[in-house]
């Protein structure tokens, strides 16, 4: 498996209260994904980065920002968490040199929820 | 814009074979993924096809149709671990993945 973690796996906290989660990886792998899954819609893009300091912007960036400052660590930051921020989130990891089918690794995902 | 269509919910029986649609409308391709996802769990690879025609692996198979846009899951054997729900996620031109909603299987003893 995959050696990639997510903390914290469970929050819940207050709308208008900054909100970081990590995502730590072990493998060396260079592109790194912060995914959001809700009831109804497929896994929506917050935000990717394909090394240390490179990182853009995904389908669904408003209100969230990013940090990779280490290959290993990817830090998902909600400046002031809405409602609509509650959520499951999903890092993933992706390797895209060697012989595999660039398929991604997922972290065991953050459950927030904002009251 | 793009999109991928999968039905939302299927109902097999254990020990029956189930077969899983996916539908994608993409710019561009680059191969189409299946994923499985339990229940309060992280989506797990099942396969990934990049040309036309059946994968085999084990109980699972994949199919693919670039030009109709086109591929499905194939469960042979349904087991009640299978009850999962099964995503399906096309590479753009620009290797950004695409997702389609999730197929969630529900198997019957």
């Known amino acids: 498996d995959a050696g990639i973690t997510q903390s914290p796996r469970h929050k819940v906290t207050e709308t208008g209260t900054p909100v970081t989660l990590r995502c730590h990886q072990t493998?060396?792998?260079?592109?790194m994904y912060w995914y959001r899954q809700d009831p109804g819609h497929g896994l929506r893009l917050i935000h990717y980065?394909?090394?240390?300091?490179?990182?853009d912007k995904g389908e669904v960036s408003d209100g969230y920002s990013v940090s990779r400052s280490k290959t290993e660590d990817f830090l998902l930051t909600l400046e002031s968490a809405t409602s609509s921020q509650t959520s499951v989130y999903f890092c993933?990891?992706?390797?895209?040199?060697?012989?595999?089918?660039?398929?991604?690794?997922f972290g065991e995902g953050s459950r927030l929820t904002v009251l | 814009g793009q999109n991928i269509d999968q039905p939302t919910e299927m109902t097999a029986t254990e020990g029956a074979i189930v077969q899983i649609n996916c539908t994608y409308q993409?710019?561009?391709?680059?191969?189409l993924f299946w994923y499985q996802q339990h229940a309060g769990e992280a989506p797990t690879f099942l396969s990934y096809?990049?040309l036309d025609g059946l994968e085999e692996k084990g109980r699972f198979s994949s199919f693919l149709s670039r030009s109709k846009g086109y591929s499905y899951l194939l469960l042979k054997e349904l087991q009640m671990k299978d009850s999962a729900s099964y995503l399906c996620?096309?590479?753009?031109?620009?290797?950004?993945?695409?997702w389609g909603a999730g197929t969630k299987l529900i198997i019957k003893p």
């Open positions: 993933a990891i992706r390797d895209p040199s060697g012989g595999d089918t660039g398929e991604l690794f």
């Open positions: 493998e060396n792998h260079r592109y």
């Open positions: 996620a096309v590479w753009d031109s620009n290797y950004q993945l695409i």
């Open positions: 980065s394909y090394g240390v300091k490179d990182t």
């Open positions: 096809n990049v």
């Open positions: 993409t710019s561009g391709f680059n191969g």
